[in-house]
């Protein structure tokens, strides 16, 4: 008859110190992504949009006259009302003028994954160049584009759907791509800091 491995029992302290040690890992992994969720509109059109655009034309001019408190209140406003690429970059920049910027990066990071126009694509770019060399550690961002339905990647302990644009310490970093219907694919790639980069992701 086999001989029964027994397996001395942890210690209660050391269980909790290898629990600590677990969390913290993924913490730190995680600390290394940032994906924010972009947000849907609550409000119905015609309401939002009114909203939108007066608290937007109000965060213009509280700016200009140097008030950003009150600027990043309308700001907040407008981005509440209508959540899109325009009242997300309007965000950034002010959260950008506050020295706000992982705040800033996280905005201009949103803005990136909500249709922006050419002009504002610009204003994106700078953004995240800027704020994301300023960061602690610093950081670069990934576009993971592609137009299959219901594909995802896992990065730094999230799995995310995809396209998404992600924020991530500068360094190399490991990809599992999971396209419907296929194998999940693993990919290395290294972001710069204050730099971006596209992945595509076929069919």
């Known amino acids: 008859m086999p001989t029964r491995l027994v397996f001395p029992a942890v210690p209660a302290g050391a269980a909790l110190f290898f629990a600590v040690l677990s969390l913290a890992a ?14 849907s509109r609550r409000l119905a059109e015609d309401e939002a949009r009114w909203r ?6 109000l965060a213009q001019e509280r700016f200009a006259e140097g008030d950003d408190a009150g600027a990043l209140r309308a700001a907040n406003q407008a981005f509440d009302a209508w959540p899109n690429a325009s009242t997300a ?12 910027h992982r705040d800033a990066f996280e905005a ?3 803005a990136l994954d909500m249709d922006p126009n050419v002009e504002e694509l610009v204003l994106i ?7 994301g060399a300023r960061l602690e550690p610093p950081m670069g961002w990934l576009r ?14 999230r799995r995310l759907k995809l396209p998404r644009s992600v924020g991530l310490v500068a360094g190399a970093h490991r990809i599992v791509l999971e396209p ?3 194998l999940p ?12 980069r596209t992945e595509q992701v076929a069919r």
């Open 26 to 39: 993924c913490a730190a992994a995680q600390s290394n992504v940032m994906a924010p969720e972009v947000p």
């Open 52 to 57: 939108a655009t007066a608290a937007y034309q």
């Open 89 to 100: 970059v309007i965000r950034g920049t002010i959260l950008g003028r506050l020295a706000r």
């Open 108 to 110: 201009f990071l949103m």
């Open 125 to 131: 770019r700078a953004g995240l160049a800027d704020h």
């Open 144 to 157: 993971l584009q592609t137009d299959a339905p219901d594909t995802w990647a896992r990065l730094g302990g």
């Open 180 to 182: 419907a219907g296929q």
């Open 185 to 196: 694919e693993v990919r290395d790639v290294v972001v710069e800091v204050g730099r971006g």
